[in-house]
């Protein structure tokens, strides 16, 4: 019998050496595997926006913030009621050509009531003698505190009020207005008051006391 053609006496050798070819090529491929298996598992941590701190903080005090005057009004005969009976001017009025708050002359004669909303109203009747027309006005360097309450206006007030009281055929001792005046965010201060009389070429000027404030 001839030697097998097949298997050729080399044939061994040569069979272990592609196995061990083999068995490395399939180490290294398991390894490839392996790396790529371990690589897919890993997440790369995703950055998360962050929202930046807020600059506005909520304060352990809540501060209220007083509503803002309007800038000026007026207010006539149909808003006035009659003053019942002609009276001459007392010792304690603060007396302004025809106008009149009475008892304010030494300041306001009561004391202010609580703050509402950062607003204090210090209620006072502004008088007037019959076919007169007034403005009062809060001076300039009170504005930021100070303005004049009417009976259908806002808390707030305004910073000027202009009165026409009714004719002396309707109410002949003169007209008078509920109303007053307000501090706001404050509770006391000298509050400045120019008063233009209709007719007249100068503005009178007057200082009143609120919250037993010392004023000159």
Known sequence: MRPSTLYPAYA??????????????????????????ALAGCTIPQSTPTTPPSTSQPSSSAVTVAALPGENTTVGCKLSRPIEKSLPVQADDLALGPLVYPGLRDGYPQALTAPVDGIIFAKIGTHLAPDATVTVSIAPEARSWASIVTESGPPAGYLAVTYTSCPA????????????????????????????????????????????????
């Open 12 to 37: 061994g050798t040569d069979l272990k050496v592609r196995a061990m070819k083999t068995a490395l090529s399939r180490s290294r491929v398991l390894a490839l595997t392996g790396l790529l298996i």
């Open 169 to 216: 055929s309707h109410h002949a001792a003169g007209s008078w207005w509920v109303g007053g005046f307000a501090l706001r965010n404050q509770t006391s201060g000298c509050m400045p008051l120019n008063v233009q009389v209709q007719g007249e070429a100068t503005t009178r000027r007057s200082i009143i006391s609120f919250g037993d404030k010392t004023c000159s």
